[in-house]
């Protein structure tokens, strides 16, 4: 398996060598190729320009035709066959290309022969001294005569530059693979060493130490990669202790029921068995433990199934402002027997539309959770406050409140902001998580305010509906008449 360094230098000398190919066969293979077809159709198009000038002019207009051989270093000549005479223009230090013995006019004029007037001739000629020209000549008719126009131009300058390009180009090759090898060094060690760095960190977290932590102070995605894994890394540190104080508070919860009913169920056998009225109080207790038992153990269980999405939703109208005065009946023990005072502030009918029976979970645990923290007045206030097109449910203590800090962890399982020797309130953690889960399966905003020695409102919205219509009931058919 390639390396990473392998693969970014690989990478970075394929492309630096695909860009070198592509500028040798542009500015070597190409440019001669390119130019000489350029020339030619600049050479055409001048030699058209001229055959213009010339068509109804009572003679050569030499100033123009000098002008455009200096411009374009051109070679021209005029050959009038009736007369037999030649006429040529050339432009300074043109070595007299058109006089040189080895250009092959009489073939050209030939060739023109059999051509259309007008029609432009293009070949290529070479001069004494080696030296190669393009040459474009056509026969035409203007008031001067008959004539055949020669236009020559030479290659020279393009094959001197091809040569120098291709000494420039050998030297800038050798440079662009040196720096190519640079580069890819660079940045291949400055993209693997964090890599390197996050990757020795999930190996030390693999063995078990949750303390590691990645020094990365880069910004880009490799910076956000490094932050996120420290992230993880906390994240995991954290779950595990939560866990592991979930086990030793489901094993306290789950060892003083288990003990009692071991006590009870020998002292029913051994002592009370025969007293009917001491059996009776005794099973009673052992009644009311396995009850705490299967609360345990349910509530873990619906928190996993509600986690996995195993418990389905089952939306449905029903009248929040009954549901809550039922709920709130059932701490009539609470308020006789231990002092507890419910407020409930709510319309007498309202309706929306939600799971019932999982709404009802929701409003007992948090309930639940402000009977075990509300303050020494017991007083625990429910409110049910009408926000257009959503009722929000506000349940509020007068407890000591929660601080900043553990407001966002109060929602997650196994999490309790209060010390173990606090028994007030003990329990597994799972109420609110329990909450939170049906909270986000019927996609409803949720949260909690709260205020340090003043207590906590914890709240959720949940959407409202019309009133379902009433069906009448249906009749009954007619019973047929006794004969």
């Not at 956000?224 to 993880?232: G, H, I, T, V, Y």
């Not at 959503?390 to 553990?406: F, L, N, S």
């Not at 069906?471 to 019973?479: G, M, T, Y």
Request: aromatic share 8%; hydrophobic share 40%; proline share 4%.
């Amino acid at each position: 398996m390639k390396s990473i360094k392998t693969k970014i230098w690989l990478s970075i000398l394929g492309v630096t060598t695909l860009v070198i190919v592509i500028i040798w066969f542009s500015q070597v293979v190409l440019l001669e190729q390119l130019y000489t077809a350029g020339k030619r159709h600049e050479m055409i198009g001048s030699a058209g320009n001229i055959v213009s000038m010339v068509a109804n002019a009572d003679e050569l207009p030499q100033d123009e035709l000098k002008q455009l051989c200096a411009e374009n270093n051109y070679c021209l000549e005029f050959y009038f066959p009736d007369y037999r005479s030649t006429i040529r223009f050339e432009p300074i230090g043109s070595g007299n290309l058109m006089r040189d013995e080895l250009f092959e006019r009489q073939s050209i004029l030939i060739e023109l022969q059999s051509m259309d007037p007008g029609t432009f001739l293009e070949t290529r000629q070479q001069s004494s001294f080696g030296t190669e020209y393009n040459v474009v000549a056509s026969y035409n008719q203007s008031k001067l005569g008959n004539y055949v126009l020669m236009v020559a131009s030479e290659l020279a300058p393009v094959r001197e530059a091809v040569s120098t390009i291709r000494s420039q180009l050998v030297v800038l090759t050798i440079g662009l693979l040196l720096f190519a090898t640079v580069l890819a060094l660079v940045l291949s060690n400055s993209l693997t060493r964090p890599i390197l760095k996050i990757s020795n960190a999930a190996k030390e977290v693999a063995k078990g130490d949750l303390q590691v932590q990645v020094n990365v102070k880069a910004t880009d995605e490799i910076g956000q990669l490094a932050e996120d894994f420290n992230q993880m890394v906390r994240e995991i540190d954290r779950s595990n202790t939560l866990q592991r104080e979930l086990i030793a508070n489901v094993s306290h919860d789950i060892r003083t029921p288990l003990t009692m009913i071991q006590g009870y169920a020998e002292m029913i056998r051994d002592l009370t068995g025969d007293n009917r009225e001491k059996r009776n109080e005794q099973l009673a207790v052992l009644i009311a433990e396995t009850n705490r038992l299967n609360t345990l153990v349910n509530d873990i269980l619906d928190l996993s199934r509600l986690q996995a999405g195993r418990q389905p939703i089952h939306p449905a109208p029903f009248d929040l402002g009954v549901k809550l005065r039922d709920v709130l009946k059932r701490y009539d023990l609470l308020e006789a027997n231990e002092g507890f005072t419910f407020t409930l502030e709510a319309p007498e009918h309202v309706w929306v539309v939600a799971d019932e029976i999982k709404m009802e979970q929701v409003l007992f645990n948090i309930i639940n959770n402000a009977t075990n923290h509300t303050g020494a007045d017991k007083k625990v206030m429910i409110r049910a406050l009408d926000r257009g097109q959503a009722v929000r449910v506000e349940i509020a203590d007068t407890g000591a409140g929660i601080h900043p800090e553990d407001l966002p962890l109060i929602w997650e399982r196994y999490y309790k902001p209060y010390k173990k020797k606090d028994r007030k309130g003990m329990g597994t953690g799972l109420g609110l998580s329990i909450v939170k889960a049906i909270l986000v399966a019927h996609h409803f905003a949720y949260g909690v305010d709260s205020v340090l020695g003043k207590g906590s409102t914890f709240w959720f919205e949940i959407t409202k509906t019309k009133e379902p219509d009433k069906q009448a009931k249906p009749s009954l058919p007619p019973k047929n008449p006794v004969a």
